[in-house]
């Protein structure tokens, strides 16, 4: 093992594993934050995180739209939008969606629409697939609803950038210059961590914090490789087997 | 035969279906406006059309909603919204939704997702599942995407109150008093006229004209009794054979 990847930062428990000389990566689907913003909300809370650390879905995104010619018509979060500032967005020839929040205007939905349907063969990005997130106003629609809408609509299928989808753990392997077998993945969502991370090649263990629920453990398509009860447990485990 | 259910109007063709004696029903999905105003703007135009011969999706899921004691959350579009004036909407056990169009805000969606999460047994009725229409003003989502998104987020399926659920098409043949071997649909939509009618027992006509595609004659899972170019000729095709 030579890498780990976390879903879940790894905070004040990432010193032992930088000691340890293993390469720490953080794949997180936020795609209401630029990456700037979330690492500096993080530092300043005292996680020890460079932006370059981090693997989120719009700079995936980016890529991908370089790679293959795409101009995207963006229905993202504004905080978002600065991460496209060097990609060219004129006369779209296919649609990014993020979670937009406030922006899922009916208006905004209906323009990402017809830009899809106005294609020979239309290509929707999605950056990520959750079903919902938990603020403290209460439980929050995700864009993985506003992406089946659209797929509805327009008679198609999203790509999904983002966890659980094995490219986007491979986007992060590849940044870490690692093989799969090398890394193991840490997080609390059974499918969208533990599962993806899975289908991708490597190992990956679960924690027993945030969304992690005990049927997590009989689900009936995931089986982590382990669980452990929080993230000081995961880190010691990795030190033992770093080794191996 | 002993009766015509139309989810196309009929127009001036349906004096002679009047005068022949056969039954007349009007099958709409149409959810952004009262069944009162419909018939009104319809009445305008020429059309001999009384309310009662309209079956629509919010009656038909306010029969639902007393049937089953359900209070819905209402998510649908200002105009319909007094079809539900007699059904109670206090502390709600169930969400209605409907081509709610402007009303399809973030803040609106997030609301049905909200009271739908917080039910232990969720209830969603949708009134219709169209992915989308045509205004002059370009192609508009319609609330079958809205509805996909809550099904997704909130990992349930809604029951459809419109075409082509066969229970709304069993509706209007209750409302006629007929057996479904005795009607006959005629419509322009191949999957929502045609395929609905003929699952709950009807045979089914698909006119040339509004929604129809070339295509449509080949459609892998739907195959019209007939086909015919306008609605004059369904009516000719009817009154040749109404004694059968």
Partial sequence: MSSVLSGHLLGPHDVRLRRSGLKVRFCTNE???SRGRLVGELRRLGF???????TA???????????RGLRPHLLVHDEVRSEFDQIDTSNPNCVVIGDAGEHFSYRNMNRAFQVLMGLPDPVL???GKGRYYKETSGLMLDVGG???ALEYACGIEAEVV????PEFFGSALRELGVEARQAVMIGDDIVGDVGGAQRCG???LQVRTGKFRPSDEHHPEVKA?????NLAEAVDLLLQHADK
Wanted: charged residues 30%; contains cysteine; hydrophobic residues 35%.
């Fill in 48 to 54: 020890d995180v460079a932006e370059a650390e981090v």
């Fill in 146 to 148: 506003y992406m089946k």
């Fill in 162 to 165: 983002g966890k659980p989808s």
């Fill in 31 to 33: 795609s209401q934050k």
């Fill in 225 to 229: 490789d382990g669980y452990v009860d």
């Fill in 125 to 127: 990005l999605s950056l």
């Fill in 57 to 67: 879905p719009p700079p995936a995104a980016c890529r991908i739209l370089r790679e």
């Fill in 202 to 204: 490597m190992r990956a």
